[in-house]
């Protein structure tokens, strides 16, 4: 059980364009999903908690007019990078907590994202 | 500093070695700990929870110091399939975060 899918799981794109990335719960229901991002040889960056039918809570230094994050069903949450730049390339890993567990969260597979 | 600090690694081990990883962490409210492992190139996966009684699971045996914001793994007799980067997590407080160390990489060798 629990487990999270991602869509795409990698894509390529040029410098401007827009690019949505799906994190679906599959089994289970996610009132709370989260979007993370990792540079090579770096760890895990929190961006922001996606919460259904609220707007998501950005970490600081996370602008939310470039990462826009839809969660509009218990399964379903997507980011969109706005205007990709290079310096976003970069991959994305989405979570999600089991409702009514103890902080433990399932990861999607990531989408690695590469911005030409 | 850094809210969660592990070992920097990387850790170079043969076969059947015994290796322990170090983390600590700054927020004394944190409340859940877990260690997760990180294959090259993929996602995270929960290795597993740590609580304060201490807790093993096969070869891994994870110890949490509350007093002393203290967390440890240590893995037995280990396998080239524990080639990975081990990652120490603790929930961030509020609304469920969590917060990741910057990992340490285990290499084990034949």
């Known amino acids: 059980g629990a487990v999270v899918s991602q869509h795409p799981s990698r894509v390529i794109c040029k410098s401007g364009t827009s690019v949505k990335i799906e994190c679906r719960s599959l089994d289970f229901q996610a009132t709370t999903m989260f979007w993370y991002r990792q540079f090579p040889k770096q760890s895990l960056m929190l961006m922001a908690t996606s919460n259904e039918g609220s707007k998501a809570t950005y970490e600081q230094g996370v602008e939310k007019d470039k990462f826009l994050i839809n969660h509009a069903s218990l399964t379903l949450s997507t980011l969109t990078v706005t205007s990709a730049h290079p310096e976003d390339s970069s991959f994305y890993i989405c979570s999600a907590r089991v409702q009514g567990s103890s902080y433990e969260q399932y990861f999607g597979p990531g989408t690695r994202l590469t911005v030409t | 500093r850094k809210e969660v600090e592990q070992d920097p690694g990387p850790f170079n081990v043969p076969e059947g070695a015994t290796v322990a990883f170090n983390c600590t962490y700054s927020?004394?409210?944190?409340?859940?700990f877990f260690w997760y492992r990180q294959d090259c190139r993929k996602e995270p996966k929960l290795l597993m929870s740590v609580y304060s009684s201490g807790n093993e699971d096969g070869r891994f045996t994870a110890q949490l110091n509350r007093a002393s914001q203290y967390i440890s793994l240590l893995i037995r007799d280990s396998k080239l399939s524990d080639s990975a980067t081990y990652l120490c997590v603790v929930n961030g407080g509020q609304g469920g975060k969590l917060i990741f160390g910057q990992g340490t990489e285990l290499s084990v060798k034949p």
């Open positions: 927020n004394s409210a944190s409340q859940s």
